[in-house]
């Protein structure tokens, strides 16, 4: 069964720092781009940011509202993804969600995982 | 920035009703977009990608349409298991942005 399943949120004072991880089973992830989507409480969906695969040299691309504080990384050798999210505000409260992609075509952002949730508040 | 618009932000409808939802783009994307449902408390869910293609496993009810700037998911007889948020994306440039969603409820 192709599955993402996300883990590492929590409770986290403003200006902290926390680490999701993103589990890929069931595909061959060093394929695919991850991406990952956020969502806070009660308000709509928002792209974080995106890590190409290996052969377009695992290279990253930010939303304005979280670059140079969040980075992508990526292990293929575990089949997983991540966020390293620091100097954290309020406004990131949200569920983070992971998600398979490709450039173009019928894996576009297909297979979504469950989400985990992050609270940033003192 | 692309920036994505949806009408409306909100329906009611009874089941069987045919409901269309429209997305346009602030620029031309091709036919980047796909377009999800999510209920309360889930991960979003595809139903259709570029544009017009429909996903594996989704009810032929569901339908997309559009290209360039102007998209529309159509759902030709609403079921109860239909009442939920459907939000569209365009992944043709960076930043990647969703439509602000629209909500279809039980009339």
């Known amino acids: 069964e192709v599955q993402l399943v996300e883990s590492g949120g929590g409770l986290v004072q403003p200006g902290g720092s926390l680490r999701l991880s993103c589990a890929a089973s069931g595909f061959t992830f060093s394929d695919y781009y991850m991406d990952w989507v956020r969502q806070a409480p009660g308000k709509g969906l928002e792209w974080v940011g995106r890590?190409?695969?290996?052969?377009?040299?695992?290279?990253?691309e930010y939303a304005a509202s979280v670059k140079g504080r969040f980075t992508i990384s990526r292990d293929d050798s575990k089949n997983s993804v991540y966020l390293q999210m620091n100097s954290l505000k309020t406004g990131d409260t949200a569920m983070y969600y992971c998600?398979?992609?490709?450039?173009?075509?019928?894996?576009?952002?297909?297979?979504w995982g469950q989400g985990t949730m992050v609270t940033v508040s003192s | 920035d692309i920036q994505m618009t949806q009408s409306p932000s909100s329906l009611s409808a009874s089941v069987g009703d045919r409901v269309t939802i429209t997305c346009r783009a602030s620029?031309?994307?091709?036919?980047?977009l796909g377009w999800y449902q999510q209920k309360p408390d889930k991960a979003p869910k595809r139903l259709i990608y570029a544009a017009s293609s429909l996903q594996s496993g989704v009810p032929s009810r569901f339908s997309g349409s559009g290209s360039g700037t102007e998209f529309t998911l159509t759902i030709s007889s609403l079921q109860p298991e239909d009442f939920a948020t459907y939000y569209c994306?365009?992944?043709?440039?960076?930043?990647?942005?969703f439509g602000p969603g629209t909500k279809v409820d039980i009339k």
């Open positions: 620029q031309g994307i091709r036919n980047d």
């Open positions: 890590s190409r695969n290996k052969a377009n040299s695992y290279t990253t």
């Open positions: 994306l365009q992944h043709n440039s960076y930043p990647f942005t």
């Open positions: 998600a398979r992609s490709v450039t173009t075509g019928v894996h576009v952002f297909d297979i």
